[in-house]
T-cell receptor, first 113, second 114 residues
Framework: DAKTTQPPSMDCAEGRAANLPCNHS???????VYWYRQIHSQGPQYIIH???NNETNEMASLIITEDRKSSTLILPHATLRDTAVYYC??????????????FGQGTRLTINP | KAGVTQTPRYLIKTRGQQVTLSCSPI?????VSWYQQTPGQGLQFLFE???????NKGNFPGRFSGRQFSNSRSEMNVSTLELGDSALYLC?????????????FGEGSWLTVV
């Protein structure tokens, strides 16, 4: 089962910052937080991931709380093309080196003009 | 650098038939995994391969199988298709699948079973 909790939907005005929260209160020390988004009928697009420190790339910023129990994805200047379902995922470390992502229901972000 | 490539993009099959989907990972990536996405169940992990070996498997019946070739390309097969197998099948790749690796997805193969 997914170990993250996200609001089912959010709205944001175009040009404003979109802040998407994620709760992962049971995260363990060696688990990363990943964010993906999926635009209808397309494959999930990687956005960013982090372990402890805040991370920033050309798409977004990831803020992880000091206790690592929650994080926030920030899209600094949202555009209509950012309308998508956003998934926050804690990377399971069931088997060393095994690749498995457990997706929850995500947050449906709608950017309004 | 080419992304994860999946073929075919769309296909229609009849109940009882079988289907094979193909995935070419990003060059240099040795870990390939497969996911099924349906409106009711969301995105679910099917299995993962690394160096031609299945390392992890999701909770799917034995009708779902896969394999990986020495060039890291992968195929998945679904036998005795059921209507409920209609879904978007996604392939993802990463360098080794290790924690911290970035995992990239393809655009998926849309399977409709009639």
């Amino acid at each position: 089962d997914a170990k993250t909790t996200q609001p089912p939907s959010m709205d944001c005005a175009e040009g404003r910052a979109a802040n998407l929260p994620c709760n992962h209160s049971t995260i363990s020390g060696n688990e990363y937080v990943y964010w993906y988004r999926q635009i209808h009928s397309q494959g999930p697009q990687y956005i960013i991931h982090g372990l402890k420190n805040n991370e920033t790339n050309e798409m977004a910023s990831l803020i992880i709380t000091e206790d690592r129990k929650s994080s926030t994805l920030i899209l600094p200047h949202a555009t209509l093309r950012d309308t998508a379902v956003y998934y926050c995922i804690v990377r399971l470390a069931i088997i060393q080196g095994a690749q498995k992502l457990v997706f929850g229901q995500g947050t449906r972000l709608t950017i309004n003009p | 650098k080419a992304g994860v490539t999946q073929t075919p993009r769309y296909l229609i099959k009849t109940r009882g038939q079988q289907v094979t989907l193909s995935c070419s990972p990003i060059s240099g990536h040795r870990s390939v995994s497969w996911y099924q996405q349906t409106p009711g169940q969301g995105l679910q992990f099917l299995f993962e391969y690394f160096s031609e070996t299945q390392r992890n498997k999701g909770n799917f019946p034995g009708r779902f199988s896969g394999r990986q070739f020495s060039n890291s390309r992968s195929e998945m097969n679904v036998s005795t298709l059921e209507l409920g197998d209609s879904a978007l099948y996604l392939c993802a790749s990463s360098v080794t699948g290790g924690n911290g690796n970035t995992i990239y997805f393809g655009e998926g193969s849309w399977l409709t079973v009639v």
